[in-house]
């Protein structure tokens, strides 16, 4: 079984397979629902891993607003 690094790790065989299942889904969420219907799905799976993967959100948001909008000195 490979562990979860294999799987992310750009360039190896478990990587390219799990980005070609992920292309054959969102194809065909996207031939069978449409564009925004499939947009809707992945909005909400992100938001799922999100809500269950990120322990403190309040210092995540925080973090990601001034990333986005740094202070001007």
Do not use: E
């Not at 031939?31 to 809707?40: A, K, M, N």
């Amino acid at each position: 079984m490979k562990t979860l690094n294999d799987l992310l790790t750009i360039g190896t065989r478990a990587c390219g397979a799990v980005c070609g299942i992920t292309g054959v889904a969102l194809a065909a969420l996207l031939l069978s629902i449409g564009l925004w219907r499939t947009l809707f799905i992945v909005l909400m799976c992100l938001l799922g891993v999100f809500v269950g993967g990120v322990k403190d959100k309040r210092g995540f948001v925080k973090n990601a607003i001034n990333r986005l909008f740094p202070a001007k000195d």
